[in-house]
C-alpha cells in the first residue's frame, strides 16, 4: 500500500480487494485503521459483493474465518488518500 500510494492524485481513490479466506474483516479493518493513522489515506467506503456473486447465503456458509462486517472473504474497501504536495 505505502508503493501505491505516491502514484495516486490528492483525493484519488485506492480500491483494496483481499481475497484472503483466513483473515477476518475484523482484522483487516484494524490493520487499515493503523495504516490510516497518519492521516494520509481514509477509508471512504467499505464495498460489499453482490449477493449473485457471492452464490451463497451468508447463513448457509461456514468461512475459515469470519468476514464480517463484509459479507464473503472477498473484502473490499474504497480509500482516499491525501498528498502532502496536493497534486492531481
Same mark, same amino acid.
Given at each position: 500500500?505505502?508503493? %501505491?500510494?505516491? &502514484?495516486? *492524485?490528492?483525493?484519488?481513490?485506492?480500491? !483494496?480487494? +483481499?481475497?484472503?479466506?483466513?483473515?477476518?474483516?475484523? #482484522?483487516? %479493518?484494524?490493520? &487499515?485503521? *493503523?495504516?490510516?493513522?497518519?492521516?494520509? !489515506?481514509? +477509508?471512504?467506503?467499505?464495498?460489499?459483493?453482490?449477493? #449473485?456473486?457471492?452464490?451463497?447465503?451468508?447463513?448457509?456458509?461456514?468461512?475459515?474465518?469470519?468476514?464480517?462486517?463484509?459479507?464473503?472473504?472477498?473484502?473490499?474497501?474504497?480509500?482516499?488518500?491525501?498528498?502532502?504536495?496536493?497534486?492531481?
Amino acid at each position: 500500500m505505502n508503493k %501505491l500510494r505516491p &502514484l495516486v *492524485a490528492d483525493q484519488g481513490a485506492l480500491v !483494496l480487494v +483481499v481475497n484472503a479466506l483466513f483473515v477476518s474483516g475484523k #482484522d483487516l %479493518l484494524e490493520r &487499515l485503521t *493503523a495504516l490510516c493513522a497518519d492521516g494520509y !489515506l481514509t +477509508v471512504e467506503t467499505r464495498l460489499d459483493a453482490p449477493d #449473485d456473486v457471492v452464490g451463497l447465503k451468508p447463513v448457509e456458509v461456514k468461512w475459515p474465518a469470519d468476514p464480517a462486517p463484509f459479507n464473503s472473504p472477498s473484502k473490499m474497501v474504497l480509500l482516499r488518500a491525501k498528498r502532502k504536495d496536493g497534486r492531481v
